[in-house]
């Protein structure tokens, strides 16, 4: 009895014991499975995580999209701002002219002061955005611009008024940095439609001072037209919050998650996706560095790229206010104009001869052909126009040479500063550009004296600076030595 009870409970555990076995075999095997399956697995994702790509590299994956509608119609809006205070000076001069009883040389010295603060802050600017971030650097110049812009309204003087206005011009500067801003959003293959498009922007800022001009200075007066002028400031300043900082400024400044965090809000707003990866790029100490504008990579291209400014400058303001003069003081078929010519705006019994001033519409061409050459072309033939427009011709002919010269300076205008947004690197892109415009506002500041002052004693004498100005530059334009046309956007030297 006591065999039989054992064997049946010895069969159980032998039984049990298989059972165990068979499952540990099975657990087994699924293990060696699992690791298989991990050891294939791993080299994927250690080749996933090795990855990298630039901001560059992201900006293209990205493309074109919703971001970059907004970001077009939020900067170009910013030309809208800048535009309404530098030719808001075409509508309030005659005025001032009036109410202070100024001498040309004074009307003139208007326009100077605006460019004066614009060079001052120029440099200032670039260097403050290249090492302190372009998004700080153009928000404030919007505050500060419309704050002085409103005070130069309720100006007592004379002097009041000149010094107001610089410090306008001191906030445009900041403005302006955000062509920079704009660039190092937009991909390589569509900066050259784009940014062009930047010109019609500037044509409705002047469009709208001179409908603002013609609307309210009559009945309300010239003051009154500033404050409401500032109106499109104050606006942007609440709009500017949907535009990021700059990805590609973070990445050189060591911000990797500030631009990973920018670059992914782009993506999706664009419905696109990243580059597989990490975002990699060096970071850069000299930031905002002079030196770099005046290494032996970017030495010659600085110096002809400062003249181009300076010439884009003093051919586009001087087509503008010879254009004020020719027609205001009628000057338009003389060579020496004679005593009744000189001066148009004596103050015989109360009366004063102030005649509002028209701005052509400036068109903006998309151009794809090369930015030095189409800086060349545009050059030589902005020359050759300054010269016919002493040709006696009737009103409409007039009006026709007129509008093809304003075309011309606009165009070369937009296209210097495509040209030096896309040339110089990150590290001192914003720095160049701010130079670039200071040397520009030179030009801005000589070009009065030449159109307004010297066009009374002879057209063709003053005529003449501007066409020289335009031919040297031509050759300037040819002589550089990068072209940018297709090319990523520089990180560093």
Not at 139 to 164: E, K, N, R
Not at 454 to 470: D, E, N
Not at 478 to 491: D, W
């Amino acid at each position: 009895m006591y065999l039989q009870t054992v064997e049946p409970q010895t069969a159980e555990r032998k039984t049990s014991h298989f059972r165990m076995s068979d499952s540990m075999k099975t657990q087994l095997v699924s293990s060696i499975h699992l690791q298989e399956v991990e050891l294939q697995e791993k080299p994927a994702d250690d080749k996933q995580d090795n990855k990298t790509f630039t901001v560059e590299d992201a900006v293209e994956k990205i493309g074109f999209g919703r971001f970059h509608i907004l970001l077009f119609v939020i900067m170009g809006s910013s030309n809208i701002v800048e535009a309404m205070e530098i030719m808001l000076l075409a509508v309030v001069s005659p005025e001032i002219r009036c109410e202070w009883r100024l001498d040309d040389w004074q009307v003139a010295l208007v326009s100077t002061m605006v460019f004066l603060g614009f060079m001052v802050c120029g440099v200032l600017g670039g260097y403050i955005a290249d090492r302190y971030g372009r998004w700080k650097v153009v928000f404030g110049g919007f505050v500060w611009s419309a704050y002085f812009s409103l005070l130069t309204s309720f100006a007592p003087s004379y002097g009041w008024f000149i010094f107001l206005r610089a410090m306008v011009g001191c906030g445009v500067a900041g403005v302006s940095q955000g062509f920079v801003l704009k660039t190092e959003f937009i991909p390589a293959k569509h900066r050259a439609t784009l940014l062009p498009l930047a010109t019609i922007f500037w044509m409705l800022g002047s469009m709208l001072i001179i409908i603002l001009g013609m609307l309210v200075v009559p009945t309300l007066g010239w003051r009154w037209m500033i404050r409401i002028s500032v109106t499109p400031s104050i606006i942007l300043i609440f709009l500017f919050k949907f535009i990021p900082e700059s990805a590609r400024y973070n990445v050189s400044a060591g911000k990797t998650e500030a631009a990973m965090k920018t670059l992914h809000w782009i993506a999706k707003m664009n419905r696109a996706s990243l580059p597989p990866g990490r975002l990699v790029e060096p970071v850069t100490s000299e930031r905002g560095s002079w030196r770099i504008l005046l290494s032996p990579l970017f030495r010659r291209t600085s110096v002809l790229l400062w003249y181009s400014w300076f010439v884009a400058s003093f051919i586009y303001y001087g087509s503008v206010l010879s254009s004020s003069e020719l027609l205001e003081k009628n000057l338009l078929c003389v060579i020496d104009a004679d005593k009744e010519h000189q001066v148009k705006h004596r103050h015989e019994d109360g009366l004063c001869y102030c005649i509002p001033f028209v701005v052509p519409a400036n068109i903006a061409l998309l151009n794809v052909f090369g930015r030095k050459m189409t800086l060349t072309v545009l050059q030589l033939l902005a020359a050759f126009f300054f010269m016919i427009l002493n040709i006696c011709s009737t009103m409409f002919g007039f009006t026709v040479l007129l509008f093809l010269l304003r075309s011309l300076v606009s165009m070369n205008f937009n296209v210097v500063y495509i040209y030096t947004a896309e040339v110089y690197p990150t590290v001192a892109r914003s720095l160049g550009m701010g130079f670039c415009t200071s040397f520009s506002r030179i030009g801005g500041m000589i070009a009065p004296f030449i159109a307004q002052v010297l066009m009374s004693q002879s057209v063709i004498l003053a005529l003449c600076p501007f066409a020289v100005a335009c031919v040297l530059c031509a050759l300037g334009n040819f002589l550089m030595p990068i072209e940018t046309k297709g090319r990523a956007l520089l990180v560093r030297m």
